[in-house]
């Protein structure tokens, strides 16, 4: 559906650098990133806003690099929404459709269930100054989507909404993708948002494409440091891998010997995700083939999930929900316990 080959992109001091994706017909595609990692840059050059220094664009077999922006056939919705004031809901959601001179009876239907379909039919009449940001937010999806665009672009068009507002929002993206069968570009720096809506994800440091797949390969199988923190994987270290046999490593850090499932040697990189460790009072009863004995030494309360960190060494960093971390009656400096699969202990260099 979608083929970007090679592109390379110059915007003031800032470059695209040998971007290359490939997007299926009717995927949900997520581009994942921090602040500055090019993004929404990558996104306006797919929908003709900036020129393109070197490589090609493609959308079903038909090459856009050189096209204008409203020859593309693409759709796009930033997180500001960019309502236009002077004009109703149903006047927001029309003005592409006019500005094309389609037929009024045309314009009414299309408005009408794209209304429906966004459940806003009766915010047709109103000003977007009166609406909530999840109400304009649904006004501006539905002005993209009533011009039937191949491709619909979307840079991070729930970040500015609360929880809960983000929850139905993304039950609802889900639910019309699947309906539409619509191809979709998603623009966020969330990586849960990307494991809820994506089916795959390209995750994006200065300019590049570093990593692409499904969103629990990438949480679960890093390829690199940068994707590991910035994944939240928390328990990345550095150490040295001798063979264990049968494709195991064991990796030494800071004197602790950690079993993984690799078969790489040498120098390398582990990543354990917080989830993934079981922390006990007592030695566990537990098949894990890593378990070792440490202090804690920290916690910090984010609300439903507690982090603990337990010094071995090196310092372990454990996922638990508060129910099972007050059973267990844990004071800093007392002995605790932690385990953890080889599978868990994901490496590379």
């Not at 300019?207 to 969103?215: A, K, R, T």
């Not at 001798?242 to 494709?247: F, R, Y």
């Not at 454990?318 to 400096?333: H, I, M, P």
Request: charged share 20%; net charge neutral.
């Amino acid at each position: 559906m979608i083929s970007i080959r090679n592109l390379r992109v110059r915007v003031g001091g800032f470059q695209l650098q040998d971007i290359n994706i490939d997007v299926q017909s009717g995927e949900y595609f997520i581009v994942l990133g921090p602040t500055g990692a090019g993004k929404t840059l990558l996104l306006e050059t797919i929908a003709g806003f900036h020129p393109v220094l070197q490589g090609s664009m493609w959308i079903n077999d038909k090459e856009i690099t050189g096209l204008t922006p409203e020859k593309r056939g693409i759709g796009i919705v930033y997180q500001d929404q960019v309502l236009f004031p002077h004009l109703s809901v149903r006047g927001n959601i029309a003005f592409g459709l006019k500005s094309l001179r389609c037929p009024k009876n045309e314009i009414m239907t299309r408005v009408n269930n794209i209304a429906q379909l966004w459940d806003i039919t009766d915010l047709l009449p109103r000003n977007p100054s009166t609406l909530s940001g999840g109400e304009k937010q649904k006004v501006a999806l539905a002005r993209a989507l009533v011009m039937e665009p191949a491709v619909l672009l979307l840079d991070e068009p729930l970040s500015a909404l609360d929880i809960e507002t983000k929850e139905r929002m993304q039950r609802q993206l889900i639910d019309i993708h699947l309906r539409l069968k619509l191809t979709i570009i998603h623009v966020s720096h969330d990586f849960e948002e990307a494991v809820v809506l994506g089916s795959r994800v390209a995750v994006m440091s200065d300019g590049q494409i570093v990593q692409v797949g499904i969103p629990d390969d990438v949480l679960r199988r890093p390829n690199s440091e940068f994707v590991a923190r910035f994944a939240l994987s928390r328990n990345v270290f550095s150490g040295q891998a001798e063979d264990a046999g049968n494709d195991y490593a064991v990796v030494n850090i800071e004197g602790t010997r950690i079993l993984a499932a690799t078969c790489l040697r040498g120098a390398v990189r582990i990543s354990i995700r917080p989830e993934d460790i079981l922390l006990c009072r007592e030695p566990p009863q537990s098949t894990m083939e890593n378990v070792f004995g440490g202090t804690f030494t920290d916690v910090v309360d984010r609300g439903t999930l507690i982090h603990v960190t337990v010094r071995v060494p090196p310092d372990f960093i454990c996922c638990a929900t508060r129910q099972a971390f007050e059973a267990l009656k844990l004071s800093k400096g007392s002995k605790a316990w932690v385990a953890f699969k080889a599978s868990s202990a994901h490496a590379f260099k």
